[in-house]
């Protein structure tokens, strides 16, 4: 699972998430704080207020992005912004296509720990 060391800000600005889907039918992505569900969120989205910096210092952020089948040549990816912190970050997520066994679902996760 990749994930992320985030450095805030000493700030009450707003740290947001935006996740773009790349390739695949139909998507959603569930966001947890500590383990805990704060939103799902259909298809790609920009922008989800996840708190601000000062909210989000020790805090970890886990998301889940599932993605419906696509043709089977092509890869699944996922890319994942957060703005707002002490600097911004693009991450990607890429699995290959491989639906086998009746699984037609790709999971993809990215994990940010606030520091």
């Known amino acids: ?27 959603s992505s569930v966001i947890m704080m500590d383990h805990a569900i704060i ?24 998301v889940t992005t599932s993605v419906m089948k696509t043709t089977p040549s092509i890869d699944s990816d996922v890319d994942y912004q957060l703005d707002g912190a002490a600097q911004n ?9 491989c639906f086998q066994n009746g699984v037609n679902v790709v999971a993809h996760t990215m994990e940010y720990t606030f520091i």
């Not at 922008?47 to 952020?61: A, Q, S, V």
């Not at 970050?89 to 296509?97: C, G, I, Q, R, V």
Request: no cysteine; net charge neutral.
């Open 1 to 27: 699972m990749p994930f992320r060391i985030v450095q805030t800000k000493n700030t009450n600005d707003a740290i947001t998430l935006s996740v773009d889907v790349k390739f695949g039918h139909k998507a």
């Open 89 to 97: 970050y693009t991450d990607h997520s890429s699995k290959p296509a």
């Open 39 to 62: 939103a799902t969120v259909p298809d790609s989205f920009q922008d989800l207020f996840l708190g601000t910096n000062n909210e989000l210092r020790d805090k970890t952020i886990t």
